[in-house]
């Protein structure tokens, strides 16, 4: 998850662009948290310092007690080599210093001047950034109508095929479930071994999604194991005792 900070000296302005980040981020349901909004930049160099982060910082070029924003990125870019900076200022001369001072500063984003649209454009960058550092951790797919879907490993509850319909699979995740054509033999090919088993022949589950109520489903001796949303992944027989066996390796979790 992409991390946002905002450094600014002027309390309103420093509201402004919270406001317009913490909008767009709802609005578009992004995989990005605002992390820190203040006026002291030290306190997001405590913090990067104390965490690693993947961060998109939003910087004012003047701040308070003659400090400036391009020593708090140069700062920044000790700890955060591949965070995302822009600048936030009204003083246009200051854009020849950020590239002299070799910040790689993504915009230079002026007060008052198409600001949504340039700190939308600024996340949209960090997220593209944030995905191809991380595109090993993601299943991509396509839906009917070719739009290319992705979602994270860890958010995939397990993968079912559609006894009404050949070929369509059913993927459950712990938000929402897609539906789209595919062979749950490739697929299977497709997700790491360590993470996925394939517990029926029409179901692959993700074994770091299992929970407690799960493991004293198997050990009833139950043909499903019931997942978080709600839903029933089934277990053949032959499997089951497999799958338990992994509760060597798993921290099974949740519900009993």
């Known amino acids: 998850m992409i991390s946002v900070f905002v450094c600014e000296n002027d309390s309103q302005y420093l509201r402004n662009i919270t406001d317009c980040i913490e909008k767009l981020i709802l609005i578009d349901e992004l995989e990005v948290k605002l992390e820190m909004s203040v006026s002291d930049p030290a306190e997001i160099i405590r913090f990067i310092e104390n965490k690693k982060v993947d961060g998109l910082y939003f ?19 000790e700890h955060d080599p591949t965070g995302t900076i822009a600048f936030v200022t009204a003083h246009t ?20 001047n198409k600001v949504r649209e340039r700190i939308k454009a600024c ?15 993601r299943y991509v797919f396509k839906l009917p109508k070719g739009d290319e879907m992705s979602c994270k490993f860890e958010d995939i509850l397990f993968f079912e095929t559609d006894p009404a319909v050949a070929h369509r699979i059913i993927l459950h995740t712990k938000r929402i479930q897609y539906v789209y054509y595919h062979s749950l033999d490739k697929i299977f090919k497709e ?11 029409s179901c692959i589950v993700n074994l770091s999604n299992l929970t407690q109520r799960c493991k004293n489903e198997l050990m009833q001796g139950k043909s499903y194991v019931t997942m978080q949303n709600g839903a029933e992944c089934k277990v053949s027989a032959n499997k089951r005792k ?9 921290a099974w979790e949740g519900a009993s």
């Open 59 to 77: 910087l004012d070029i003047e701040l308070d007690d003659g400090q400036s924003g391009i020593d708090v990125a140069r700062a920044i870019r």
């Open 93 to 112: 001369h200051y854009r020849e210093l950020t590239f002299r001072y070799n910040t790689e500063a993504v915009d230079y984003i002026q007060k008052g």
């Open 123 to 137: 996340i949209d960058r960090a997220c593209q950034k944030y995905a191809g550092r991380h595109e090993g951790s």
């Open 191 to 201: 997700l790491p071994k360590n993470m996925f088993f394939r517990c029926h022949r």
């Open 242 to 250: 497999a799958l338990l066996g992994f509760s060597e390796i798993i």
